[in-house]
């Protein structure tokens, strides 16, 4: 990847080219040299898109749902992009092969493009990767864009929180409702999707959405997240919630600001922070210094607040004398 490309990379992606749009979101993924600038160079043109973030447990039929949403939003006449995180490991049960195949079901259609991101990439590198493959679908003019991601962990959760509108994903006789409940992505959900309604124990799961949601206190014209009972497989219910998140998008018009400043706020938290820490690894501290001062903590020579004064104070130090 030469400087040289990068203006022409960017202007293609601006003008929609698919495999411009591909070629960029791999320079971001592979962290290259020249993912910044494009970065920098796309953003002036984004905040135009309304991003559906789509989040629940593995196996809950996320992927399929997106697949049967993409459908629908097309025949909507939106042109749409989706970007599928699913650290998938033996152990999840998420199913890159379903999504090979849905990237397949929708490869003749150039409204539509699809990226999966199988793996995390380093500790935090997952959600800026995210937001900027987001950027990518935006600023190629994309009027929808689907993140879905397993609500599991805080980055994914972020992820979600901050879209436009998120969307938790959840299935009955799992006898995991109550866990669902403990993830922490119950309180994001703007509208709550029980799947899998051909089951057993789909009327439980929505009484027992409903009895949370009844322990929450909704003022007068605000949105109380609606329950949308869908069967991913067979198509049904995706009409009801293409409506639902049609709703939501009317209700909140007003407010989307907000929505995006929150956006932006993770964002550049989570950038200074990397960067930060990226900074004090690199210049601050020498080589096989920072795993000395975990092994010394970890020793009790030293406590984490010591150790965390100690190098804040030495990258201010040599801030200054830079
Ligand atoms: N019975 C039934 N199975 C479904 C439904 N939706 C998805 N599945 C199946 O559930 C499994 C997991 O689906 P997937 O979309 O990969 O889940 P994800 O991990 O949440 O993305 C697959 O075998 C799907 O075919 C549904 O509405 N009913
Ligand atoms: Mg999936």
Not at 64 to 88: C, F, K, N, S
Not at 255 to 274: G, H, K, P, S
Not at 303 to 317: E, M
């Amino acid at each position: 990847m030469t400087v040289t490309d990068r203006p022409p990379l960017g202007q293609r992606v601006l003008d929609g080219d698919p495999r411009a749009i591909a070629r960029a979101m791999s320079l971001i993924e592979d962290d290259a040299p020249g993912a910044p600038d494009l970065v920098r160079m796309l953003f002036p043109h984004t905040g135009r898109a309304y991003v559906i973030g789509v989040t629940g447990p593995p196996g809950a039929g996320k992927s399929t749902l997106v697949d049967r949403l993409v459908g629908t939003v097309r025949a909507a006449g939106e042109t749409v992009g989706v970007i599928a995180v699913d650290p998938t490991s033996p152990f999840t049960g998420g199913s890159i092969l379903g999504d090979r195949l849905r990237m397949q079901a929708h490869a003749a259609d150039a409204g539509v493009f699809i990226r999966s991101m199988a793996t995390r990439g380093h500790l935090g590198g997952l959600a800026p990767t995210t937001s900027d493959l987001a950027v990518v679908l935006d600023a190629a003019g994309r009027s929808l864009v689907i993140v879905e991601t397993v609500g599991v962990g805080q980055d994914e959760v972020d992820i979600v929180r901050t879209a436009d509108v998120s969307v938790v994903v959840l299935v009955p006789g799992t006898g995991d409702d109550v866990q669902a409940l403990k993830a922490g992505i119950m309180e994001i959900a703007d509208i709550y999707v029980v799947n899998k309604a051909d089951r057993d124990g789909a009327d439980r799961m929505v009484t027992s959405i409903e009895s949370n949601l009844s322990l929450q206190a909704f003022g007068d014209g605000q949105w109380r997240p609606p329950i949308v009972r869908t069967e991913a497989t067979n198509g049904k219910g995706l009409d009801e919630l293409w409506a639902t998140i049609q709703a939501f998008r009317t209700h909140t018009a007003g407010r989307r600001e907000a929505r995006l400043a929150a956006r932006q706020e993770y964002r550049l938290r989570e950038l200074l922070a990397r960067r930060f820490l990226a900074h004090v690894e690199a210049r601050v501290l020498g080589a096989g210094e920072f795993d000395a001062i975990v092994g010394r903590i970890a020793r009790r020579e030293t406590d984490p607040y010591s150790a965390a004064a100690d190098v804040l104070s030495r990258a201010l130090a040599s801030g200054a004398a830079r």
